[in-house]
T-cell receptor
Framework: AQKITQTQPGMFVQEKEAVTLDCTYDTSDPSYGLFWYKQPSSGEMIFLIYQGSYDQQNATEGRYSLNFQKARKSANLVISASQLGDSAMYFCAMREVTGGFKTIFGAGTRLFVKA | EAGVAQSPRYKIIEKRQSVAFWCNPISGHATLYWYQQILGQGPKLLIQFQNNGVVDDSQLPKDRFSAERLKGVDSTLKIQPAKLEDSAVYLC???????????????FGPGTRLTVL
């Protein structure tokens, strides 16, 4: 069965430093996609980055990169040069190809960026 | 480009009453999703449509929840009758790609916050 685990309920990071948000997943489907979303206090979910299970290289989008370790079933989000505006909830999500194409989300990690 | 629109933004009802939420996806997006997000949790997919057909509704409590997307554009989600545990934010999302893909960047609306008293 699909499962996404985010073990860090809250994280603190100093402005301009890098931070890693952890995500592990469980699936028996060889074809799947992994996503990270940001949810500011306004409530709207914002897509950040995507990694396909067959992608050889780690995905990068600006200050966001995804550290994909397939054998360990982990897909950690790295935010470089943190900004105050990065303070938000961050959700890891997975979408299987054969599992009915449901997207499942983890419980989220709240990131606090300190000035 | 206009984003995903949802209304109302807030709704307060008493248990056993009915409520309906409306969603207008981004123009041209074939796939539409409804999620339920209970406070402190990640979103939970309730139903997804591709055009006007249901792709997956396995997590929709069909005894009280219903959803439709009749013309393949906007969609409504209804709860009848509501229970206290239905208090949550209901998020609508849409994506350009077809539902049968591992990659489907989803664009979310602002959500409807439902409080059931």
């Amino acid at each position: 069965a699909q499962k996404i685990t985010q073990t860090q309920p809250g994280m603190f990071v100093q402005e301009k430093e890098a931070v890693t948000l952890d995500c592990t997943y469980d699936t028996s489907d060889p074809s799947y996609g992994l996503f990270w979303y940001k949810q500011p206090s306004s409530g709207e979910m914002i897509f950040l980055i995507y990694q396909g299970s067959y992608d050889q290289q780690n995905a990068t989008e600006g200050r966001y990169s995804l550290n994909f370790q397939k054998a360990r079933k982990s897909a950690n989000l790295v935010i470089s040069a943190s900004q105050l505006g990065d303070s938000a909830m961050y959700f890891c999500a997975m979408r299987e190809v054969t599992g009915g194409f449901k997207t499942i989300f983890g419980a989220g990690t709240r990131l606090f960026v300190k000035a | 480009e206009a984003g995903v629109a949802q209304s109302p933004r807030y709704k307060i009802i008493e248990k056993r009453q009915s409520v309906a939420f409306w969603c207008n996806p981004i123009s041209g997006h074939a796939t539409l999703y409804w999620y339920q997000q209970i406070l402190g949790q990640g979103p939970k997919l309730l139903i997804q449509f591709q055009n006007n057909g249901v792709v997956d509704d396995s997590q929709l409590p069909k005894d009280r929840f219903s959803a439709e997307r009749l013309k393949g554009v906007d969609s409504t989600l209804k709860i009848q009758p509501a229970k206290l545990e239905d208090s949550a934010v209901y998020l609508c999302a849409s994506s350009f790609g077809l539902a049968y893909s591992s990659y489907n960047e989803q664009f979310f609306g602002p959500g409807t916050r439902l409080t059931v008293l």
